[in-house]
């Protein structure tokens, strides 16, 4: 990455931070011990000292970075940090989380002293031992809260924000950790009730339906829930409020791209070109997820005769690029390379849905306030979703876009006060470009 | 027929976009900063490392090619204007049939002993951000004279690096030109909460060097002498008008152009911060440096020679800009001192994080203007309001169709319009949002917008 103007590169750490950053890295090396194959010896020794460090110091980190700045966007050298620009310390990351993913989905017998750590936690939660997706669900959850609570700390001024980071945790930590494992425990099926089709693909697949059913009166309604969501709640909700609604308060996916990915959130691309792809990618896989489920369904009513083979391998080969190697592997591995949002945005075809519905059917829109844009470019920058957000604004344009997950921070870090998230009525969303002066004769054709 | 511009900032590269919008002319931008067009407010931002300068710019390259635009680097050395031709440090040499003079401001220096010296700089353009960028390596204190918008922003830009910062500034109060007495108080508050050694009434008298021709210290009227190895000139900018004096054009404070934006050669038009107003619209100053002034000039110029007939009427006033934390938006006429006919009314919040001044005319209650901080204002709402002249009971009592703070923000409009009725004895009562802003957006279709 070119550098036209930056500092030396800023890894250097405050004095407060050191301690913690020590707690932090401690952290990890007890979990690199336990990874090594000995977490199965004292697993309770190793969730604590391992999990706990690296939550403790990561929190402690947070804390001292935090408390002494007075409320306010300060996004200091972001954009020349080796950490937050693609530098080494970024690249480090990034082949640390997708090194993760690759064992998660396809060696997970590699993770089997890291699984062996959270059996403790498993055997309370679950009542039964663990397995690779517990630990997932353990790191994912833990992710969410800590740099949940970094995100509160960042943006504590703001309420939109604290709300909302709020919610994100409260959906990850309940929805999708605690109640599928309660569930468990109780016997039932383990059910992630915020998490939809066609983002959860197998929600609505026959086989699914299949095995809910086989559980008595309790999985038709678990079955039945996933369809009033998918196509009552998601129109329904994503009309009044946008799909902000799911996408930056409740979606899990989303809630560790708020929390875990806001500090590479600018790495995302604005470009044209970029907008161009996400429009062919995100609706080529909303066209295969439709078509695959129908294709299941067409298949198990007729007793898999005619597409059997053709269904199933479909099904396995969605399963495999996009439910994992996409949504998972690239889709968070690639945070510090990337963005935050790469699944969401190229990928997603629930968000691909309600990008639709918000486009030509909803009360949402970004206002932006007359003609008071100056161009600077921090709303564009800071957009996760790379929209160009400064393109509309300093043409006096409402932004009315399908990939907008209303997360607000463009709003936040205007430094003008230009943007702010609305819902209102549909008739006035599309407002625009302004003409700053009249003419006063003739007339400005084109 | 060939639109030569000079300067590709805001007002130039407004003018080159809408000549091609109106036109299919040819078109040459020519600047000696940058070969494209960059957003100067982002400036701050490159150095505290928010944005890299690729980020600062509003198109994206192609832009410029597909709208066929062309683009030159280089400085103009020699014009006549009688060949209608311009002479640029690259050897080039370029005719043209309309000029366009976008050539911006130069930060004001006012002959202070040792101004020359290392690490005494202004802050105008990219090649001072990376002169800054150098005379801020590894340094402890840094002083900033001048308490305006460019001051206040490099002393934010200063602490960001670690650097300690005492700033000078000659009115009593912060930006006291510009900002009434009770305002100025309350952003002086905010600078301070935030460590900067401020010192009002007081100004640069010399600055000291060492034997390396670098700054070591500056002594101020007050008579103290202050060590820093950096020195921020903000007092202000004036018109670049170097071309337009080698060009032998109508020159004052800047170049002086009639209601349409052209200068004393019907062919040479002028925009943006360089340009001097003869006969300025009601209520508006001859030389506007502003980001808003820049671009509604721009399209004036761009509209005035593609054949249109527009003079600049750039309606009511606003502007913005933000102190550290504090963002501040204007509308209308608010001055630093009352008028007679004028009556004022000022609110703040107990915590000092959030005010409002609202000024009027005094026998018809006339709303006339506003300087919001902390709060974000709708700017249609303000200017609707102002330009119908509706009466300042009518502004409170609809205060919260004109607030464009996000959702869940705290709302201010209750306290402000309890004040009011305490200080007028008026029992107004606060109409609620959203019909009303349906109503106003409905009301305001008619309105310019």
Known sequence: MKKVFGGESYLQLQESQIKPAYLFVLGCCFLAVAAWGYGS??????????????SAGALWFIKKTYEHELAGIKNNFIAFMPHTARGVLGWLVGVIFTTFYICLYWFPTKLEG?????????????????????????????????????????????????????SVMFFQLVFAYLVPAFMMRLNQPEYYFSYFWPLSYYQLFPQNFDSLISQGGFGYFLFFWGVIMSFVAVPLLTYLYGKRWYCSWVCGCGGLAETLGDPYRQLSDKSLKAWKYERVMVHSVIVLVVVTTILLWINSINGGALFGSVSSSLAQWYGFFIGSAFSGVIGVGFYPLLGSRVWCRFGCPLAGIMGIIQKFYSRFRITTN????????????????????????????????????????????????????????????????IQLTRVTKGSAEK | MHVVIVGNGVAGSTVARHVRKYSENRITMISDESKHFYSRTALMYIYMGHMTFEDTKPYEDWFWDKNRIDLIQSRVTGIDRK???????????????????????????????????????????????????????????????????????????????????????????????????????????????????????????????????????????????????????????????????LAGLHVENGVVVNKYLQSSDENVFAAGDCVQLQTPPKGRRPIEAVWYAGKMMGETVAANICGQEASYTPGVWFNSAKFFDIEYQAYGAVSSQLGEEEDGFFWKDDQDEVCVHFRFEKESRCFTGVNLFGIRGRHQVFEHWINQGVRIEEVIENLRAANFDPEFYKSYEPRILELFNKKYSTTLGLKSGKGLLTAFFRKLEGVRL
């Open chain 2, 83 to 245: 060949k209608q031709l311009l002479c640029l440090q690259n050897g080039q040499t370029i005719e043209y049939d309309k000029l366009v003079l976008a050539t911006g401001s130069k930060s004001n220096k006012f002959g202070w002993p040792g101004q020359d010296l290392g690490g005494v700089q202004g802050l105008y353009h990219l090649q001072d951000l990376q002169i800054m960028e150098n005379n801020t390596k590894n340094i402890t204190h840094a002083v900033v004279v001048g308490g305006g918008l460019i001051g206040i922003e490099m002393v934010e830009m200063l602490q960001s690096r670690g650097i300690s910062v005492t700033m000078l500034v000659r009115e009593k109060r912060f930006w006291n030109s510009v900002l009434p007495n009770e305002d100025a108080d309350f952003i002086g508050k905010h600078i301070v909460k935030h460590g900067v050694d401020v010192r009002y009434e007081t100004e640069l008298v010399k600055i000291k060097g060492n034997d390396n021709g670098r700054v070591t210290s500056i002594t101020c009227s007050s008579g103290e002498t202050i060590d820093c190895q950096f020195v921020g000139l903000t007092v202000g900018v004036h018109p670049n008008t170097d071309l337009a004096e």
């Open chain 1, 41 to 54: 010896w004292f697993p309770i020794v190793f969730l604590v000292l391992g999990f706990g460090s690296m």
């Open chain 1, 370 to 433: 007359g003609s008071q844009c100056i161009s600077c470019g921090n709303c564009s920058k800071y957009c996760e979703m790379g929209i160009d957000v400064r393109w509309y604004a300093q043409r006096g344009q409402n932004i009315v876009r399908a990939s907008c997950v209303g997360c607000g921070v463009c709003s936040a870090v205007c430094p003008r006060g230009v943007l702010s998230l609305e819902n209102g009525p549909k008739n006035d969303k599309v407002k625009g470009p």
């Open chain 1, 114 to 166: 890291l699984i062996r750590v959270v059996d403790p936690l498993s055997f309370l939660l679950r009542g039964s031992e663990a397995n690779q997706w517990f630990l997932y669900g353990t790191f994912y959850t833990l992710a969410v809260l800590v740099m949940g609570v970094r995100f509160l700390y960042k943006y504590r001024y703001n309420r939109y924000q604290i709300l909302r980071t709020l």
